[in-house]
């Protein structure tokens, strides 16, 4: 029989596990209800528990001698597995939650008001093309805010534009549920504004919106505050998340366990014993899953919405992907999954697989996660994927070691990401940081190469997250490789992150509804604004500090 608390298999006449000393028939954390309800029988009644007993033994007897499982032997194992991966996926969320705080020094829920700066200066300019000449952007710049209060349902932002440390212009802009407005003080005084209810019809009804800036907006569209917050939420609903689980409870519920064997990984780079669990699956059911899952995703409110946003609704694709690959794609008999449980929790997955489409083109699909680090699954992750069709492989490789969680005050990281892409060559993606919060500094690299092109970012500079996050890198260096030549750009980047809302960063006077303007209103304003004459100054600006 199987333990139910560790899984391990013992002989029918023990009455205690050999692995873990739990006494068998004893059920810890998913004990049944029925049987949760014979320990707390008072004790005149505790000896009907050997009934109990007796009658699972005989039922136990019953299934082998039909050429069954025992129901030890067909729960136990389930249970075990179930609780195995329920462990690994809320010890992966657990890490990743603690090394967002740990970084961040807070957290920041989506009811918190924050304030976003950001600044950057080009220190040098240089490329060995003789035809890019880009050196009179030395000492050009941004410098970047942006306030969001959810409070008061309103955001502020300042952007402007330096070349050679010298302001070029700046834009001020507002939103809330009822208006957004823009200024540009070197251009005119007010602030342009439209109401936000409306905005997709007003603007394709205005002259501003449809025949001078030539674009069209969804009709619907509404850019008011509380819908873009409500419309950016990343996260999936908790309905959703439920109907998700139930699915994949459905699964495993019908899956099939394999007989547990024991095997060898590499934990913390030593080999160490572990179970391996085989997990068949129908490949139909399997089928029915994957397009049930895809479906349960794409009709979340949540994901509808960021959609929305995007202007362009493309869920009549994903509804014909799905029929195509209802139609199409076959998977033919069971598919196996290969589980490696250590201490708990699921420390690596492998499935190899023969897919139909077409009911003549072959596909082989390979897949393996690993993890080497059982008590903090994050830092080390490796991922191989295959799909080979008719002798092309696309393959997807990744790597991820470091201590991702930060132990006394350290943050590093090692990534690789390689994607080998039939007839397109190699694509690879590599990342390097090292954080130390003790001494409050940061260095790395960023690097993405496709055959003899590609780009890198260094970087390197402090690092401070005691009041908010900020980020002071000096030494910010991009090499870009590309048709034989190469260019360089050096500078520097300042970036914050902190709570609370900067309710005073603009001041909002006049307002111009420019949406409401026919094109007479609108010349007649520009006229008495002097747009065009200070949009030659700034023209004129520009050229005199590139050519000086």
């Known amino acids: 029989?199987?333990?139910?608390?560790?899984?391990?298999?013992?002989?029918?006449?023990?009455?205690?596990?050999?692995?873990?000393?739990?006494?068998?028939?004893?059920?810890?954390?998913?004990?049944?209800?029925?049987?949760?309800?014979?320990?707390?029988?008072?004790?005149?009644?505790?000896?009907f528990k050997f009934v109990y007993i007796l009658a699972a033994i005989l039922i136990l007897a019953a299934f082998t001698a039909m050429g069954k499982n025992g129901i030890y032997r067909t729960i136990a194992p389930k249970a075990y597995l179930g609780n195995a991966l329920n462990k690994t996926f809320s010890q992966i969320s657990d890490e990743i939650s603690k090394s967002k705080k740990k970084l961040l020094g807070f957290t920041l829920s989506e009811k918190d008001d924050f304030t976003i700066d950001l600044s950057g200066v080009l220190d040098s300019i240089s490329s060995d093309n003789e035809y890019m000449d880009l050196g009179f952007l030395k000492g050009s710049g941004i410098n970047t805010t942006i306030s969001i209060d959810k409070n008061n349902k309103q955001m502020l932002g300042i952007f402007q534009l330096l070349l050679k440390d010298d302001p070029m212009f700046s834009v001020n802009a507002f939103l809330n549920d009822e208006e957004i407005g823009v200024n540009v003080p070197e251009l005119f005084d007010a602030y342009w504004t439209a109401k936000t209810a409306n905005f997709g019809r007003d603007w394709n009804d205005s002259y501003f919106g449809s025949e001078m800036l030539c674009m069209n907006l969804p009709e619907n569209l509404n850019i008011s505050f509380s819908n873009i917050m409500d419309k950016s939420k990343r996260s999936i609903t908790e309905e959703t998340k439920k109907q998700m689980a139930e699915a994949t409870k459905e699964l495993l519920k019908n899956a099939k366990l394999g007989k547990m064997t024991s095997t060898n990984v590499t934990i913390k780079g030593k080999?160490?014993?572990?179970?391996?669990?085989?997990?068949?699956?129908?490949?139909?059911?399997?089928?029915?899953?994957?397009?049930?899952?895809?479906e349960l995703y794409f009709n979340d409110e949540n994901v509808k919405n960021q959609i929305s946003m995007a202007g362009y609704d493309f869920t009549d694709e994903i509804d014909e992907f799905l029929n195509d690959f209802d139609d199409y794609v076959g998977i033919r008999g069971d598919i196996t999954i290969e589980l490696v449980e250590y201490k708990g929790v699921i420390v690596k997955l492998e499935v190899e697989k023969e897919f139909e489409i077409y009911e003549e083109t072959e596909i082989e699909l390979a897949l393996e996660i690993s993890f080497g680090d059982n008590k903090a699954l994050i830092n080390d992750i490796s991922v191989d994927f295959e799909i080979e069709v008719e002798g092309e492989k696309l393959v997807v490789q990744l790597t991820s070691e470091g201590n991702h969680i930060p132990r006394k005050g350290l943050f590093t990281d090692s990534t690789e990401l390689t994607v080998k892409v039939p007839y397109e060559g190699k694509l690879v993606f590599k990342s390097e940081c090292d954080i130390d919060l003790k001494n409050g500094t940061i260095d790395g690299f960023s690097e993405i190469k496709a055959d003899k092109n590609g780009i890198k970012l260094d970087y390197s500079g402090e690092y401070s997250n005691s009041r908010g996050l900020k980020l002071s890198l000096s030494d910010?260096?991009?090499?870009?490789?590309?048709?034989?030549?190469?260019?360089?750009i050096s500078g520097s980047i300042d970036f914050?992150?902190?709570k609370g809302a900067k309710k005073d960063l603009i001041t909002i006077t006049e307002k111009q509804y420019i949406l409401d303007m026919d094109f007479d209103e609108y010349i007649e304003y520009t006229e008495d604004e002097n747009c065009e004459e200070k949009l030659y100054e700034i023209q004129e600006k520009f050229y005199e500090l590139m050519y000086e």
């Open 496 to 498: 914050s992150l902190e």
């Open 271 to 294: 080999s160490v014993k572990a179970r391996e669990i085989p997990v068949t699956i129908s490949g139909s059911e399997l089928k029915s899953y994957l397009i049930d899952m895809v």
């Open 1 to 47: 029989m199987y333990c139910i608390n560790c899984g391990a298999k013992n002989d029918d006449h023990m009455k205690f596990c050999t692995q873990c000393g739990t006494k068998l028939y004893q059920f810890s954390g998913d004990t049944s209800a029925a049987t949760q309800d014979v320990e707390q029988m008072p004790k005149k009644r505790r000896s």
């Open 476 to 488: 910010v260096g991009i090499t870009y490789k590309g048709y034989g030549d190469t260019s360089k």
